[in-house]
Structure formats: C-alpha cells, structure tokens
C-alpha cells in the first residue's frame, strides 16, 4: 500500500507535468476521433454507421465496441482521480468540474455496457441506448460530452500552469515553474 501511495505522491508532485501530458495525450486522441466522425458526417456525408472515425474505418468492430467505449470512459475518470492531488485554488475547481461531469458520462457508459453484455436494453430500444440520449442522438450526446468534459479540463490546465502567487506557494508540483517541488524541497533541507 505504501508503494502505492508513493507513486500517487509522484504523480502528483515531481512527474505531475509528465502524467499531465501522457493523459493530454489520450484525451486529444479521443478527440481526433470524434472530431474525424463529425467531419465525415456532416462535411463528407457519410452515413452515421459508416462514419466511424479515424481507428473505425479500418477497424469497424471498434466503433461497437461498448468495452472500448466503457473503457475509455474509464480510463478518463481514473486519469482525472489520479491527477486531481497536483491541483491546488482555480484550477483545482475547474479540474472538479471536469471529473464530476465525467462521473456522470462513466455512468452513461456503464450504463450502455450493461445493456450490450445482457442484451436487455433501456425503453425496449433496438440498440443499447444512454439515459440522455432518450432525448439526444448518440453521435451529437458524446461530442457533447467529450466537450463538457475536455473544456473545464483545458481552463484548470492553463490556471494550474499560470498560478497566482498563493497557488503556487500550495502547489508540490513544478508544474507552475522551475522551481523543485515544495514539499520535495522541504524533505531535503
């Protein structure tokens, strides 16, 4: 348990930047596709079942896969816990807003796992079928989603790398400058 607790500590004081940038990573792919699925439906005309994004067009079995969706859904709730300790004042908030509108899109897809793995789906609908997207096409819900969650995500980024002066003083991280980690630098002296 305490080589656990010890690699949370890292990532999120002296590799917070480094894990910040390997989570942007996956997030902006995760985008690629979306964006790549909006492009082919309503600037290429594609039909949305052959409108798969980027990875779906060679590989068509991805884009139905509720265990990547799900999965996905998943990694992005446990990068946004994992991440959330390197985060002190404004962007602290702002990363909460992120993680609580992604707790509610990780139920979403929990949700639409269920269905698929019992063949049992919500309302008697022919395909697994999201609580919002009762009211909401699927396509235009999780580019909705990707956004709601990705644009608080971007505000705690900047302010958590711009940090006013009392930020900084509580920030373990060096993310907001040069300078070691304050509790790290604490610990040597």
Request: with cysteine.
């Amino acid at each position: 348990m305490a080589t656990f607790q010890g690699g949370i500590t890292a990532v999120n004081t002296r590799f917070h930047k480094a894990a910040l940038a390997a989570f942007m990573v996956i997030v902006v792919a995760h985008w690629a596709e979306h964006v790549a699925q909006a492009i082919q439906i309503w600037a290429l005309g594609w039909p949305v079942p052959k409108a798969r994004g980027v990875l779906g067009v060679p590989f068509p079995w991805l884009i139905k896969s509720e265990w990547l969706h799900y999965g996905y859904a998943l990694v992005m709730l446990g990068g946004l816990l994992l991440l959330r300790r390197g985060f002190t004042g404004r962007a602290r908030t702002w990363w909460n807003v992120s993680l609580i509108i992604q707790i509610w899109h990780h139920l979403e897809h929990l949700l639409l796992l269920l269905q698929a793995v019992t063949g049992s789906n919500l309302a008697g609908r022919p395909a697994p079928t999201s609580i919002l997207q009762l009211a909401f096409p699927r396509v235009e819900l999780h580019l909705f989603y990707n956004a709601v969650v990705f644009a608080p995500m971007v505000v705690a980024m900047i302010l958590h790398m711009r940090p006013n002066a009392a930020e900084r003083a509580a920030m373990d991280c060096t993310c907001g400058d040069a300078r070691a980690p304050r509790r790290a630098a604490a610990e040597v002296a």
